[in-house]
């Protein structure tokens, strides 16, 4: 099953192995919360639901971005405010400082909703009412 869903995944600079491996590793830390399932559909739905978590992370991980375009100098003002931006989304209360965090990171509503258990709609309801925060904290 892992191979078959590694191989699936697989693009770019990662080999299947290495995506086994992630995954293995993934399963392995999540033990406790797969042994008391015992063996049948819901274990194999958590499991299924692991170890592509862990692939589609190491792919994120190891993703080549693009190099910057020569003479590219970013402005110290943006940089101030970006800092700024970080400063508010810390005194955000949880999960939605999480939420947040993970949408930045290029996360889809899915899978912050899987991670934080928490239901696609209310991810969607959760972010709105932080940007509605962030914008009056920041002053725009």
């Known amino acids: 099953m892992l191979f078959t869903l590694c191989r699936r995944f697989k693009h770019g600079g990662l080999d299947v192995d290495d995506l086994v491996q992630e ?3 993934a399963l392995w830390r999540a033990r406790e919360r797969l042994l008391p399932l015992g063996p ?8 299924w639901r692991i170890a592509r978590n862990a692939v589609i992370d190491a792919l994120r991980a ?6 910057l375009p020569e003479g590219y ?6 940089r101030s405010l970006l800092d700024e931006l ?7 209360g949880e999960p939605d400082r999480s939420i947040v965090r ?3 990171e290029g996360y889809s509503y899915e ?3 899987q991670r934080l258990e928490l239901s696609e709609k209310n991810v969607s309801v959760r972010l709105v009412r932080a940007r509605e925060r962030l914008r009056g904290m920041m002053g725009s």
Do not use: C, N, W
């Open 62 to 67: 190891h993703r080549e971005y693009d190099a």
């Open 86 to 92: 970080h400063e508010q989304i810390a005194q955000l």
């Open 73 to 78: 100098e970013q402005k110290a003002e943006d």
């Open 23 to 25: 995954s293995t590793v």
């Open 111 to 113: 899978e912050i909703g």
């Open 102 to 104: 993970m949408q930045l």
């Open 40 to 47: 049948g559909v819901q274990q194999a739905a958590l499991t």
